[in-house]
């Protein structure tokens, strides 16, 4: 069985950077069960991930090619490193992830293992691209970090800045980018009147077209902007303040619950609503706002069955003083 030797792409986020060994250990975990023996080498002061594994298929080296910090492959023979060619996962360059630069973006390489681990709990068969959902979208990296890997990306959010941004972001690109395509912005319509927008962009490769819509509204009312249509994953991460609240999130005295529990209370059945069976919700939280154990219970409570134990207790890590950040993922059995 190889000796190999995953070299991890350095982050730019310097206290991410301190937590990514471990959080890369159990997403490789999670996503490659062929890899035995999962450790964090270092060789010259460079990081590792090792691990042992039969000889590898064309699916298994794509899998280990989209893990959220892979840079390259070695199978180590006595003190040399030979390199293992990694095919190209991407279908799009990756500089639609990496331009958009704005206060409040989740780190690309987080939302990356965030989409890996929610994909790989997704218990139906693959029939095409896989749909995915973030109902609280900010300005999509989700989404991109989807259509990226050649998935469909589907979103919600109630900032309307935040909506035109990421509009205007991806018809500059796309037109840039000399790609084919469609991208406008509609106007949503109920009884009427007008309650919302809409952003719809269909990307035609060579032998696939990609497809990314996007609503205006709160995320409480996604499943009526999509209607009937479900989802294989619902990722996202949940906000840590009060963005996305309501007039009606508020406690005695008129004061606004600014903590992201009342929101995820609310929404969490929603979102279960719109899985497909089989499908995977996946989403990251301030633990300081919600404890693991209230969350775990609101996915239950909606029918869904929540991953535990093993590498999926080993992803809460700080992101500053006042936020430490973890991840749940549970399926539509």
Not at 49 to 56: I, V
Request: proline share 5%.
């Amino acid at each position: 069985m190889p000796d190999l030797l995953l070299l991890r792409t350095p982050s730019a986020n310097r206290v991410y950077a301190g937590e990514s060994a471990a959080l890369s250990a159990a997403e490789l975990e999670i996503c490659a069960p062929f890899a035995s023996g999962i450790t964090d080498e270092e060789l010259a002061g460079v990081g590792y991930l090792g691990f042992r594994a039969d000889a590898l298929t064309s699916e298994q080296l794509e899998i280990i090619s989209a893990q959220s910090t892979a840079f390259a492959l070695f199978e180590r023979q006595h003190d040399l490193l030979r390199p293992v060619a990694l095919p190209q996962v991407a279908v799009l360059d990756d500089d639609l992830i990496s331009i958009p630069k704005y206060q409040g973006k989740t780190n690309e390489q987080f939302t990356r293992l965030l989409l890996n681990v929610t994909l790989a709990s997704v218990e139906r068969p693959a029939s095409g691209p896989r749909q995915v959902l973030d109902p609280l979208a900010g300005r999509g990296t989700v989404l991109d970090s989807a259509l990226l890997l050649g998935h469909d990306g589907y979103g919600v959010d109630a900032d309307d800045k935040a909506f035109e941004q990421m509009a205007a972001f991806h018809k500059t690109w796309l037109r840039r980018k000399r790609l084919k395509h469609t991208a406008d912005i509609s106007p949503v319509r109920r009884d009427g009147k007008t309650v919302g927008r809409r952003f719809d962009a269909s990307i035609r490769l060579e032998n696939r077209t990609l497809q990314l819509t996007f609503f205006t509204g709160d995320t409480r009312d996604s499943a009526k902007l999509f209607g009937k249509k479900k989802f294989d994953a619902i990722v996202t991460d949940a906000p840590y303040g009060v963005v996305h609240g309501s007039s009606t999130d508020v406690r005695g005295g008129g004061k606004r619950d600014r903590t992201p529990a009342r929101l995820l209370n609310d929404a969490i059945e929603v979102w279960a609503s719109q899985l497909m069976h089989g499908g995977a919700l996946g989403l990251s939280w301030n633990t300081f706002g919600m404890p693991r154990e209230d969350l775990v219970e609101a996915l239950q409570r909606a029918g869904l069955t929540v991953k535990a134990d093993g590498p999926w207790e080993r992803f809460a890590h700080r992101v500053d003083a006042s936020i430490r950040r973890d991840l749940v993922v549970a399926v539509n059995p």
